[in-house]
T-cell receptor, first 113, second 115 residues
């Protein structure tokens, strides 16, 4: 079974802080994804990575950056947190083929005060 | 580019009744289609997927979906629901070629099963 682990289930930070969300997978998957989930909006892709040190912007990258130094780890960084970044953040992984499903972590519920 | 529309944001249903959650997609290329389920305070789990072949796809927990190319739909069905099926359901699509496994998700449908 694929295991995708997000470092925190709940996180509370203050406006202006630099925030790191970590995601680790144990199945040697090439692709990794960061989404945010908001009521009524479904999942929106922030960034994804298809290889170590490679990254591509998703649909809503503004205010975020990512880092993938090792294949198993994909970090999402909020450079200067703002209240409109309060959300559920989900990490996912998949093998490198378009017919492969994505496997999700349990999510991090982030509150910015 | 692809897009997905889930036609109902909430579907209330009584236990043991049948249910259909509707999903329509738009794409200029051939697609793969997925349904995921999200239980409270958890990530998404794959319910079923359509890749090719038979248009009727069976998944876990008694769910099935039918791919209809002419109507660009991929509706999810279950003949008899249980309380434990209460969750949010997401339809997702990806193009068959020229992409890196990116999925486009619908807005989600909350299934509320009542006793």
């Amino acid at each position: 079974d694929v295991k995708v682990t997000q470092s925190s289930r709940y996180l509370v930070k203050r406006t202006g802080e630099k925030v790191f969300l970590e995601c680790v997978q144990d199945m040697d998957h090439e692709n990794m994804f960061w989404y945010r989930q908001d009521p009524g909006l479904g999942l929106r892709l922030i960034y994804f990575s298809y290889d170590v040190k490679m990254k591509e912007k998703g649909d809503i990258p503004e205010g975020y950056s990512v880092s993938r130094e090792k294949k198993e780890r994909f970090s999402l960084i909020l450079e200067s947190a703002s209240t409109n970044q309060t959300s559920m953040y989900l990490c996912a992984t998949s093998r490198d083929a378009s017919n492969q499903p994505q496997h999700f972590g349990d999510g991090t519920r982030l509150s910015i005060l | 580019a692809q897009s997905v529309t889930q036609l109902d944001s909430q579907v209330p249903v009584f236990e043991e009744a049948p249910v259909e959650l509707r999903c329509n997609y738009s794409s200029s290329v051939s697609v793969y289609l997925f349904w995921y389920v999200q239980y409270p305070n958890q990530g998404l789990q794959l319910l079923l997927k359509y890749l090719s072949g038979s248009t009727l796809v069976k998944g876990i927990n008694g769910f099935e979906a039918e791919f209809n190319k002419s109507q660009t739909s991929f509706h999810l069905r279950k003949p008899s629901v249980h309380i434990s099926d209460t969750a949010e359901y997401f339809c997702a699509v990806t193009g068959r070629s020229g992409n890196t496994g990116k999925l486009i998700f619908g807005q989600g449908t909350t299934l509320q099963v009542k006793p």
